[in-house]
């Protein structure tokens, strides 16, 4: 036990414990590590008081996976988000999570809106008025993502 005085004050007390370290899962075995999930996430602006998007970007854990999404001149804000749902629409992402900043507020509305014009197999999760997940079936039911 150490004791630091500051002032004549006691200031700190530091006691010394012996703990056990938590193992690595490398070191677990039998484990299998999910690596379904990819994250995503919507940049805006404000213009004239109200939010735009104006890039949706996914990642997933290689740089072949990954995929960005800009505002142009050849599309608005709509369509690029689409663009975006489309592109994670593939097979080797069925049953994947898609992990969102700021679903529970303005992004989840941007996807939302969007998921809805692509599909009538939506299904969502609202808890004390904020979105907290998103399921969302493509291609007839063949697949499924899952937002978070």
């Not at 992402?93 to 679903?103: D, P, S």
Request: proline share 1%; glycine share 4%.
């Amino acid at each position: 036990m150490y004791y630091y005085k500051l002032d004549g004050n006691l200031a700190l007390v530091c006691i010394n414990k012996l703990s056990k370290y938590i193992k690595t899962l490398a070191q677990k075995k039998n484990i299998k590590m999910n690596d379904k999930f990819i994250s995503l996430d919507i940049e805006t602006r404000v213009i004239n008081g109200v939010h735009s998007p104006y890039l949706i970007s996914w990642f997933k854990n290689t740089s072949q996976n990954k995929g960005s999404f800009y505002l142009n001149d050849d599309n608005n804000p709509d369509e690029m988000i689409k663009a975006c749902i489309l592109d994670l629409c593939k097979i080797k992402f069925n049953y994947h999570k898609v992990y969102i900043h700021n679903l529970a507020n303005f992004d989840g509305i941007f996807l939302l809106k969007n998921l809805t014009d692509l599909s009538t197999n939506v299904d969502v999760i609202i808890n004390n008025g904020k979105l907290i997940s998103i399921e969302f079936k493509y291609k007839k039911n063949i697949g499924k993502i899952i937002l978070f």
